[in-house]
């Protein structure tokens, strides 16, 4: 990224016990991150970096974790709380301090069932109670063999589009499906081409501005290795990162991969 706007995910999935979380925090906050040079500290993160427990774990982390990173849910109801069996709501993630969402991730996309309206109504909901959106998109291998993957990604991005109140506080994390857990990392020119796209798509349907200004991070296998070579696209913004982000030593190296 050459923005200097650089944004780290950790999406831990359903991984995780107490003791297991205990130490991964316990490490997160012993590692040197970029974040911690610059007189500008703590007024601007750079890189601005956040994780996502599973939701047992939100207090847990919240409550432990050091203030130089922020806390994320993986998921949230698409409106008030109320009779929704098993459900999470908005207001209880603000409650316990949280300040972002993931939505739209393939796993939910493509194992749950969740569909492009059905996400954007979340999203939609979340930013408007100030949550900010990490709003994920992204191609089946199946899609990118048949050329499909610009009109997919698109598409997915329109369902957010039409719905959200502002582009302010909105991350997207555009994770080929096919990159996603299986150690298949995309390479640097594959992920640059759909950031540009989408970048492009930002400029001609939403704003010049928004285009400009929005951080479009990478997700799918990106590890302690790989991370460098990524990081050095013009329109790599940072990281959604799943496996790597639970070893806290790993994490902070993709953290630090910062250009
Ligand atoms: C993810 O789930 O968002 C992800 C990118 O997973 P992994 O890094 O394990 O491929």
Redesign the pocket.
């Known amino acids: 990224s050459g923005s200097g706007k650089f944004f780290v ?1 950790g ?1 831990w ?1 359903c991984n995780g016990t107490k003791d297991s979380i205990t130490k991964l925090v316990s490490d997160l906050n012993s590692a040197k991150l970029e974040s911690d040079v610059g007189i500008l500290q703590p007024l601007f993160f750079n890189p601005y970096v956040v994780v996502a427990p599973p939701f047992v774990y939100l207090d847990q982390v919240t409550s432990s974790l050091t203030d130089r990173i922020e806390v994320s849910a993986q998921n949230s109801w698409i409106g008030k709380g109320g009779a929704f069996t098993g459900e999470i709501s908005v207001e209880q993630l603000k409650d316990i301090g949280c300040k972002w969402v ?1 939505l739209g ?3 939910r996309r493509h194992v749950i069932g969740e569909d492009d309206q059905f996400i954007g109504k979340k999203a939609a909901f979340a930013l408007n109670e100030g949550l900010g959106v990490i709003a ?1 998109i992204g191609e089946l291998l199946e899609e990118r063999e048949a050329g499909k993957t610009f009109d997919v990604c698109f598409q997915q991005l329109k369902a957010f589009a039409d719905v959200v109140p502002s582009w302010d506080n909105i991350v997207i ?1 555009y ?1 080929p499906v096919w ?5 298949k ?1 995309a390479t640097p020119q594959q992920a640059q081409e759909v950031h540009v796209a989408v970048r492009d798509w930002l400029k001609k349907n939403v704003s010049e501005e928004v285009a400009s200004k929005t951080r479009i991070i990478y ?5 302690g290795s790989n991370c460098g070579e990524l990081a050095k696209e013009e329109d790599i913004d940072g ?7 639970l070893k806290g030593p790993e994490f902070a190296t993709i953290v630090n991969s910062v250009t």
């Open positions: 995910g999406n999935k993931i991730h393939s796993e994920c994390a994770e990159a996603i857990g299986t150690g990392v997700g799918g296998s990106v590890n990281f959604l990162v799943g496996g790597a982000s």
